[in-house]
């Protein structure tokens, strides 16, 4: 059976990514700050 897991931390943008991880990786916190600046640009 293929075991899947789920990492987070703010840290592991520098320790993963695309170059040495074999599956997907997001930045949390570049996915959050980037919808933050979208809202507040909106609701000026």
Do not use: F, W
Not at 16 to 22: A, H
Not at 33 to 42: P, R, S, W
Request: one cysteine or more; proline letters at 5%; glycine letters at 6%.
């Amino acid at each position: 059976m293929k075991k899947i897991g789920l990492v987070g931390g703010t840290e592991l943008p520098l320790l993963l990514n695309s170059s040495n991880c074999p599956v997907a990786c997001y930045d949390s916190v570049e996915i959050h700050i980037k919808k933050l600046i979208k809202l507040t640009v909106e609701n000026r």
